[in-house]
Nanobody, 117 residues
Framework: QAHLVESGGGLVQPGGSLKLSCVGS????????MGWYRQAPGEQRDMVAT???????DYVDSVKGRFTISRDLARGTVYLEMNSLKPEDTAVYYC???????????WGQGTQVTVSS
């Protein structure tokens, strides 16, 4: 069964950095769009950053210049490097692989990122 596994979340002080990783296994994740979404308590899940297999990236305005998404097609992996973290970045971060229409839209289990002093 294909699935995504995230790692790299944790507690960091404001201004700090974290790098999230997401590995796809049990299937081929070298096409389509992969990305990161986040959901704060009481809020909807929103897009943070996405990257296509061609390397085209998209970011929500609030993270531009601070976050960088990258992808390793051969390993089926997507990364999110987060710098200059702010308390408002606190959320559960979810990895996504949109492989439609040929395969499902996959979600990881989520990893908590907490930015607090």
């Amino acid at each position: 069964q294909a699935h995504l596994v995230e790692s790299g979340g944790g507690l960091v002080q404001p201004g700090g950095s974290l790098k999230l990783s997401c590995v796809g296994s049990g299937g081929y994740f070298g096409f389509g769009t992969m990305g990161w979404y986040r959901q704060a308590p009481g809020e909807q899940r929103d897009m943070v950053a996405t990257v296509t297999a061609e390397g085209i990236t998209d970011y929500v305005d609030s993270v531009k210049g601070r976050f960088t998404i990258s992808r390793d097609l051969a390993r089926g992996t997507v990364y999110l490097e987060m710098n200059s973290l702010k308390p408002e970045d606190t959320a559960v971060y979810y990895c996504n692989a949109d492989l439609r229409p040929y395969f499902p839209n996959y979600w990881g289990q989520g990893t908590q990122v907490t930015v607090s002093s």
